[in-house]
T-cell receptor, first 111, second 115 residues
Framework: GQQVMQIPQYQHVQEGEDFTTYCNSS?????IQWYKQRPGGHPVFLIQ?????EVKKQKRLTFQFGEAKKNSSLHITATQTTDVGTYFC???????????FGTGTSLTVIP | ETGVTQTPRHLVMGMTNKKSLKCEQH?????MYWYKQSAKKPLELMFV???????ENNSVPSRFSPECPNSSHLFLHLHTLQPEDSALYLC??????????????FGAGSRLTVL
């Protein structure tokens, strides 16, 4: 069945350091979304990637979709304490409307 | 406020109780979802309603019963739950289109504890 894995599961960084989380799918995806969930909160949509090799930026966040459309990454430059939370990818297979969520990466930023 | 409101925010119930979770969306979306979020597990899709018809049921036990009376409201009826059903239950909505690229808007969740 469809599986979406994320690594690492946890990441602790000093404020100002960079952070990257990786998302890997067992099958080719038609598109991928990223969500952020603050501690005690709910997932909030960040971005969607559709094209092979696509790169999108949101301020200090850079999102990439792999050429084979089976993996994706989220990179945060110069982390801040406001970046704390769990980052989820969600991949959609070519058929059906269901998005499969990854296991999430929990980011802790140490001031 | 996200535009998706869930009540109650917290619920404690015994295994023999019957309770319901409620979700209401004010975004004019045409699809609604129930997800289960347990510790150290990915978000699990439970049910999807599109235009008030159930289109997905991911092998969820019958002790969970969804209801979608209209496009703005979604319920999850709970009956004889088990302690392992304790989790955060998230409702979401989206606007489905021909591209199928649905962005989910989540509610704040209902934290369920089964004793």
């Amino acid at each position: 069945g469809q599986q979406v894995m994320q690594i690492p599961q946890y990441q602790h960084v000093q404020e100002g350091e960079d952070f990257t989380t990786y998302c890997n799918s067992s099958t080719t995806l038609s598109n991928i979304q990223w969500y952020k969930q603050r501690p005690g909160g709910h997932p909030v949509f960040l971005i969607q990637l559709v094209k092979s090799g696509e790169v999108k930026k949101q301020k200090r966040l850079t999102f990439q979709f792999g050429e084979a459309k089976k993996n994706s990454s989220l990179h945060i430059t110069a982390t801040q304490t406001t970046d704390v939370g769990t980052y989820f990818c969600a991949g959609k297979p070519p058929t059906g409307n269901q998005f499969y969520f990854g296991t999430g990466t929990s980011l802790t930023v140490i001031p | 406020e996200t535009g998706v409101t869930q009540t109650p925010r917290h619920l404690v119930m015994g295994m023999t109780n019957k309770k319901s979770l409620k979700c209401e969306q004010h975004l004019g979306h045409n699809a609604m979802y129930w997800y289960k979020q347990s510790a150290k597990k990915p978000l699990e899709l439970m049910f999807v309603y599109s235009l008030e018809e159930r289109v997905e049921n991911n092998s969820v036990p019958s002790r969970f019963s969804p209801e979608c009376p209209n496009s703005s409201h979604l319920f999850l009826h709970l009956h004889t739950l088990q302690p392992e059903d304790s989790a955060l239950y998230l409702c979401a909505s989206s606007q489905e289109n021909s591209l199928g690229a649905n962005v989910l808007t989540f509610g704040a969740g209902s934290r369920l504890t089964v004793l």
